[in-house]
């Protein structure tokens, strides 16, 4: 008999653990990949709650050759994104699949026809399910493992993507440099750092463990207004705040983190994040029954950090606040024992910030890449 190829929705419990359990199959040999943590994963993919899909409707699909799954992909309408960008805009995200181009060509046509059935006129991705997470396909960088939480796919499905019709869009960038490094300023980002310290008055102070909650809601609210005018930019619901406040709580080390105050009111954050993926993989992306605890007990020990942010409102981006926030965490980050930081990720858009860091020494080590499609050409399930 020949071999058969379908494509379906995931509707059972055996459905979601074969979409999730794809990812194990296909990076078995792969030394540089790291397991997500399979329950946040669980989560963001909509198999259990999350806030995201309070304002978001999402389908998963699985491609079987032969009965045996061998793609995945979730299809998703982020309302939120429609509205606040006034468009019609599907995507698709959690993308996994063999070398097979006849699989992954029914799996994304079957997400774009349901998308266009919800009425989506084109469709963007990787996003995990929005840019507020993870997001991207790696396109240069193979040869290391990723920091924590950020996307790691094989080298061949940049082409099985663009074979589909989807063309780059735009491109983020993460960059590498040694904390010491950073922490020797070129004379010209000094003179910024000391002028716009003086000039606004500006006090620097990490986050409070007495008022941890408070202060990571300070950090998501910076967050969430420094970027209105950036490319693909959504605001995060309150219910997301208060979500990723959850699981950042046993995560930030407070000296890791700056808060910039003028007169008192929080104005500007940095945000770092350890490399928690050595551990990870040590656990094999399981929390429970020891995984957290191990987390926990072996963070000191790690010598990377992720630069994820550093934000600050709008009234203030031109003025060096933010790299006052930065530079008063480079004593933190040297004390703690960390080595290297990353910078990841930064739009390609926004050369401001990436031509900073490369003044700064940082080295691009990494690329991850957003596709968009029309959907014209798709017929609406």
Known sequence: MPPTLECSQVQSRRDQRE???LEKEIYRDDPNWVPPLWYDLRERVGFKKHPFYDNADARSFVVRRDGRVVGRVAAIVNHAHNRYHDEKRGFFGFYQCYDDIEASNLLLSTACAWLKGQGMT???GPA????NYEVGLLVEGFDTPPTFLISYNCEYYGRLIEAFGFEKVQDLYCYDASIHQLDTLDPKMKFVIEEATRRFKVECRPLSRKNFTKD????????NQSLQQTWGYVPMSEAEIKHQATGLKHLIVPELTSIAEIDGRPVGSGFGLLDYN???KQIGGNLFPFGWLKILTGKKKLKRLRMISTNVLPEYQKWGLGLVTLARMMPGAIEYGIEVGEFSWILESNSLSWGTVERGGAVRT????IYDRSLSDITAE
């Open 19 to 21: 979409f999730i359990d």
């Open 122 to 124: 084109d469709v963007r």
């Open 128 to 131: 995990n399910p929005s840019l």
């Open 216 to 223: 990571v809601f300070t950090f998501l609210d910076i967050y």
């Open 278 to 280: 050595p551990i990870v």
């Open 366 to 369: 990494k690329v991850q890449r």
